[in-house]
Structure formats: structure tokens, C-alpha cells
């Protein structure tokens, strides 16, 4: 579904992301590990189009959508939900909500919503709220709940469980679960290594920049390399 | 005594607070001081002179030709003084408020050179109504002012509340890369809100020739400064703050002519922004669009 193929990102004239490789099959869910600063944010960031790759191809569902704005790969079934977060702190949790679906111009946007906040009933109790009152899960909730309700083909989750509790991580992870199960794909950038895998199919380790290696999430999760490297984080 | 000078404080607030707004909207989304919206809200005022004086058309006409050529204005503002800089590499961030500087100094070139340096009537065919309450008297020039002014900010509050535009606007300002991932094409929002923006500073044009029948190309200026201290005053990008902070200032500038000395008229608004920033540096209202 998302053929990404040897990217180059550059931050003026820092070379961030040297010739990453990837793929994600439908309906799948892939995870990219790797340690802070690996480019973990930028290869995310290339595919939803917030940064130009100075070299490189990214295809999805068949189409070179190299390039594209980021308002213009939405519409074709990529969104991002980025890191911190990103809510709107001035704008209302159901504003928040609307606005996921700004760019919709179906007649079924009330039933989706109304779906959403039967999902996450914190929202719909904080409906009038400003986003930014809402607390670091809630608002995690409230930016993939907003996601969500643009109807993604393909989900983009970075660090969706930074700096939440324990038992708001295992909650995300089983959101993250649903939403793939709902025929939605998802690719997921996680420090939370072991139960990123957990719930992927295929796994990514990025590391400055380069992958260096990947495989089945099982495969993964039993090498002892990459146990040690990446899943030392104390988790689960 | 007091009533009427209560009525001219809120008429030319209200006008403040116009003007206030196109700086505070463009600001709220583009992060920068548009330093032309002075000079584009002159215009406004030279083309309701134009209309409705020279060429003796209805009132309407003169709204309607300057909310046409100024929002013009502010889409070639937008489109060859901003939008070049923007997003390159190396453009000190500036650079912008530098090109708006440039922009007004041409635009008052300009009408130097097309109306004239003199001071040009404007004559609203009921500039003479008035109406007497009392020992009170109200012009009609001063009501119609105010209801625009009050109408214009009411429809521009509902539309950031409660349309989709509006909302994507809000969006922009509050956080661009958010709203781009959201769907919203931020450059159009960005057009679009400079030209609302310099439309309105337009309509302030004629409100304000209408107000002292008196419009030079160097009303821009003392114009533009005020507005920048509304904006100061009230909260860099607020738009509650921008009107609050427009009725404020034109009833301080108003008792302060007739209290105190009128010699100091123009320098209240920038001891208030002293003042302001002392004891609040976020302005009255704080940040950003909201509603
Ligand atoms: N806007 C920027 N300008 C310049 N350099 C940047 C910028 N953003 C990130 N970088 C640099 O690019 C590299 C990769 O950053 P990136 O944010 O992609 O890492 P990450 O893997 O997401 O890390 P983290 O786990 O901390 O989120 C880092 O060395 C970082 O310092
Ligand atoms: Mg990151």
C-alpha cells in the first residue's frame, strides 16, 4: 500500500534520513524502533509531506504521491497523527473533532462522530472543553479520535504513548489494535518497543538515519540483538 | 456633556477596533505586523471620497468599490510582498515585516501622487442629521458607524466560531503544520485572510473619512501605529483584545481631549501599550484567534 523508496530528507543542510527503504502492506500494522534522534519523526514526517525528500519515491496505493502537500495526501488516505501530539489548545474538543473532518464532504460526518465520542466517552464529557485543558492521554485520545474521523486509508502514529501512564499505554495499544481491525493500516514509531511489536506484523529499525535492520515482529521480538538494543527500555 | 462624549469615544473606538482587527487577524495567522494595513485602509478612504464626493454616487456604491479594490490590494500584498519570502531558506524572518514597510511607503507615493497631498472632504449626504435627546445631540453619522462597525464585528466573530472556514482559519493560526495534516490548505486560508483583513481596513477607511470628513494620504500611518497598539493592547493575534482594545483607546483618546489636553490625543495609545506591556506583556487577552 505505501512504498517508500530510497528517501533522502535533509534539515537545511543536515542529511537526516539516508536512503530509507520501506513498505506497508494493507491492513497491516508496521512499526519503526529506533533509538531518539535515529529520524524516527522525519521519515514520518516525509511521508505525510510536512518535509520534501531531496531524493526518493514514495508510492501509495499504486500512485508517485512524492512531493504532495500534506492537505493533499489526506484526501488520498494518509494522516498523521504527530508527535506531542498537536492538538488544537484554543479550539474546543468538538472543534478538534470537526476539524479531522474538514476535509469530508459525505453526509455521514455526524454518525462518525457520533461513533467517535460513544469510543472515547472522556471526549464527549470534555465535548466543550478546550483541548489544550485536557490531560496528556485524554489529548492523545482526542488527536487519534480526530484522525480517525478524516477516514484514513493508512494511520501515521508517532510515539502515541510518550510520556502517558502505564495503564494509558496499554489503552492506546489496544485503540491502535481496534483501528487496524476496522480495516484501517497503520504505521506506528514507538519507543515502546515490545509492545509496539506485539500488536505489528512487521518491524523497521532505523538508526541515524539508516535502516539496519527488519523482519517479521516475531522474528524481532526474538532477537536477542535487538532485545538488548531497543526493548531494554523498561516497558510492559 | 458626558453622554456625548461617551458616544464619540464609542464611535471611534469602534473604528479602532476595525482597523485593530485586520492587524490582529493577519498577525494571528502569519505571524507577522502588517505594516501596510495603514495604507491600505487610506485607500479605502480615498475611494469613498472618490465615489460619493467626486463622482456624488450613493454611500453604498463607495462601501462596495472600496471593500472590492482593497481586498485586491491585499491579495497582491499577499502575493508578491509575503507570500515569495515565505518558506525560504536563508530569508531572515524579517523580512516580511521589511517588504510591508516597503508596500506602505509606496502605497503613500501613491495616493500623493493620484488624490493629492491636501486634505480631501468627505461629505456623507447626512453628514447634517442629528437628532436631539435632551440637551444631547447624536449625529446620524455616528450611529451609522457604530451599527456597521458592531455588525461588521459580529458577523466576522460568527464567522471564526461557527463556519468551516472560519474554524480552519483558527486552526491556521493556532498551529499551521496541524491544520495542513488536517486537511486545511493553508495557503488559501493564508490569501484569504489578508484580503478579509485589508477589506476591512477598507470599510475602517470610510467610517473614519466619514467620521472627521477629512481624509490625507498620511492617515495611514498615525492610523496604522494605533492599530499596532490595539493589537498590543489587547493581545498580539486576540480578536476579543483587538475590539476590547479599540473601543478602550478611542474612549481614552476622547476624555483625554476634553479632560485633559488635546496635545496629547495621539500619544495615549502608546502610553497605554507601555503601561500594558509593564504590567501585562501578554496583552489583556492573551494570544491567538479565538473566539
Ligand atoms: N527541524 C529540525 N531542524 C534541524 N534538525 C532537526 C530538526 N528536527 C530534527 N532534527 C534532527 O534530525 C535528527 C532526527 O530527528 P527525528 O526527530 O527524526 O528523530 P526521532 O527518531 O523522531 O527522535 P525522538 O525519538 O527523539 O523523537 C536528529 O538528529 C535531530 O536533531
Ligand atoms: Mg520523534
Known amino acids: 500500500m505505501l512504498k517508500v523508496s530510497c528517501i533522502h530528507a535533509f534539515y537545511g543542510n543536515i542529511q537526516v534520513l539516508k536512503n530509507i527503504d520501506l513498505q506497508v502492506e494493507e491492513g497491516s500494522i508496521v512499526t519503526i524502533l529506533g533509538a531518539n534522534g535515529a529520524g524516527k519523526t522525519t521519515t514520518m514526517k516525509t511521508v505525510a509531506g510536512l518535509l520534501k525528500p531531496q531524493q526518493g519515491k514514495i508510492e501509495f496505493l499504486g500512485e508517485d504521491v512524492t512531493g504532495l502537500r500534506p492537505d493533499q495526501l489526506l484526501r488520498k488516505g494518509i494522516a498523521l497523527v504527530p508527535e506531542g501530539r498537536q492538538i488544537l489548545a484554543g479550539m474546543t474538543v468538538m472543534e478538534n473533532l470537526e476539524m479531522g473532518a474538514y476535509h469530508r464532504k459525505d453526509n455521514e460526518i455526524g454518525q462518525d462522530l457520533e461513533k467517535v465520542l460513544e469510543r472515547f466517552p472522556i471526549l464527549k464529557e470534555r465535548e466543550k472543553q478546550l483541548g489544550g485543558t485536557l490531560s496528556g492521554g485524554q489529548q492523545q485520545m482526542l488527536a487519534i479520535a480526530r484522525a480517525i474521523l478524516s477516514r484514513p486509508k493508512l494511520l501515521l502514529l508517532d510515539e502515541p504513548s510518550m510520556g502517558l501512564a502505564p495503564l494509558i499505554v496499554a489503552d492506546i495499544f489496544k485503540i491502535i489494535k481496534e483501528i487496524n481491525e476496522t480495516g484501517t493500516t497503520v504505521l506506528l514509531v514507538e519507543q515502546n518497543a515490545r509492545q509496539a511489536l506485539k500488536i505489528s506484523d512487521y518491524g523497521y529499525v532505523l538508526e541515524i538515519g539508516k535502516i539496519v535492520a527488519d523482519g517479521k515482529a516475531q522474528d524481532l521480538l526474538n532477537d536477542p540483538r535487538i532485545m538488548e538494543a531497543y526493548l531494554g527500555r523498561k516497558s510492559s | ?291
Open chain 2, 1 to 291: 456633556m458626558l453622554i456625548e462624549q461617551l458616544i464619540n469615544g464609542i464611535t471611534l473606538g469602534s473604528i479602532y477596533a476595525i482597523v485593530a482587527l485586520g492587524f490582529t487577524l493577519v498577525f494571528g495567522v502569519l505571524g507577522i505586523i502588517n505594516m501596510a494595513h495603514g495604507e491600505i485602509f487610506m485607500f479605502g478612504a480615498f475611494i469613498g471620497v472618490l465615489v460619493t464626493t467626486s463622482l456624488q454616487l450613493p454611500l453604498w456604491l463607495g462601501f462596495l468599490a472600496a471593500i472590492l479594490i482593497t481586498a485586491v490590494m491585499g491579495y497582491m500584498l499577499e502575493r508578491f510582498a509575503l507570500r515569495p519570502l515565505r518558506h525560504k531558506q536563508g530569508v531572515s524572518h524579517l523580512a516580511p515585516l521589511i517588504s510591508t514597510i516597503g508596500v506602505s511607503i509606496l502605497l503613500e507615493n501613491l495616493s500623493h501622487h493620484l488624490f493629492g497631498a491636501g486634505n480631501h472632504p468627505f461629505r456623507a449626504s447626512f453628514a447634517e442629521i442629528n437628532f436631539q435627546i435632551g440637551s444631547i445631540t447624536i449625529y446620524l453619522v455616528q450611529i451609522v458607524i457604530f451599527v456597521i462597525s458592531v455588525i461588521l464585528m459580529m458577523a466576522l466573530s460568527f464567522w471564526l466560531g461557527k463556519t468551516k472556514a472560519g474554524k480552519a482559519l483558527r486552526a491556521t493560526a493556532e498551529n499551521l503544520e496541524t491544520a495542513s495534516l488536517l486537511g486545511v490548505d493553508t495557503k488559501r486560508i493564508i490569501t484569504m485572510t489578508v484580503i478579509i483583513a485589508s477589506a476591512m481596513g477598507g470599510i475602517a477607511g470610510i467610517l473614519v473619512g466619514m467620521a472627521f470628513n477629512s481624509v490625507t494620504p498620511q492617515m495611514g500611518l498615525s492610523m496604522g501605529l494605533k492599530g499596532l497598539a490595539i493589537i498590543i493592547l489587547g493581545g498580539m493575534g486576540n480578536v476579543k483584545g483587538a475590539m476590547a482594545g479599540g473601543l478602550i483607546l478611542g474612549l481614552a483618546e476622547t476624555f483625554i481631549v476634553v479632560y485633559g489636553d488635546s496635545g496629547y490625543r495621539d500619544a495615549i495609545a502608546f502610553l497605554a501599550i507601555i503601561v500594558i506591556l509593564l504590567i501585562r506583556p501578554q496583552g489583556l487577552f492573551g494570544q491567538k484567534i479565538s473566539t
